[in-house]
Nanobody, 125 residues
Framework: QVQLVESGGGLVQAGGSLRLSCAASGRTFSRYAMGWFRQAPGKERELVAGISSSGGSTYYADSVKGRFTISRDNAKNTVYLQMNSLKPEDTAVYYC??????????????????WGRGTQVTVSS
């Protein structure tokens, strides 16, 4: 069992930055690939970034490539999402999720085993 708790969301102006954190419970965090998803009102949940269990492989959606960076610290059981040059269209609830397939960095929503409750990110224009 893995419990995930996101933090770091908030209100920021366009062009600003935020750093999201996702703290995981349990001793097996390092065995899971991790993903950051987002869901805007009326839209489907989408994967924005993924990272393998070791941190050696990453994936980014085209919409965030070059602006967002995913990283993890397995010693701290935490995965991060650094978000720079934020745009109003980045406004959404951001969720972290854990995938028991350690190498899968581009998974579908239904392939992730554990989810956090989400943190709101609002970017004003």
């Amino acid at each position: 069992q893995v419990q995930l708790v996101e933090s770091g969301g908030g209100l920021v102006q366009a062009g600003g930055s935020l750093r999201l954190s996702c703290a995981a419970s349990g001793r097996t965090f390092s065995r899971y690939a991790m993903g950051w998803f987002r869901q805007a009102p009326g839209k489907e949940r989408e994967l924005v970034a993924g990272i393998s269990s070791s941190g050696g492989s990453t994936y980014y959606a085209d919409s965030v490539k070059g602006r967002f960076t995913i990283s993890r610290d397995n010693a701290k059981n935490t995965v991060y999402l650094q978000m720079n040059s934020l745009k109003p269209e980045d406004t959404a609830v951001y969720y972290c999720a854990a995938d028991s397939v350690p190498w899968r960095i581009l998974g579908r929503v239904e392939e992730y085993d554990y989810w956090g409750r989400g943190t709101q990110v609002t970017v004003s224009s």
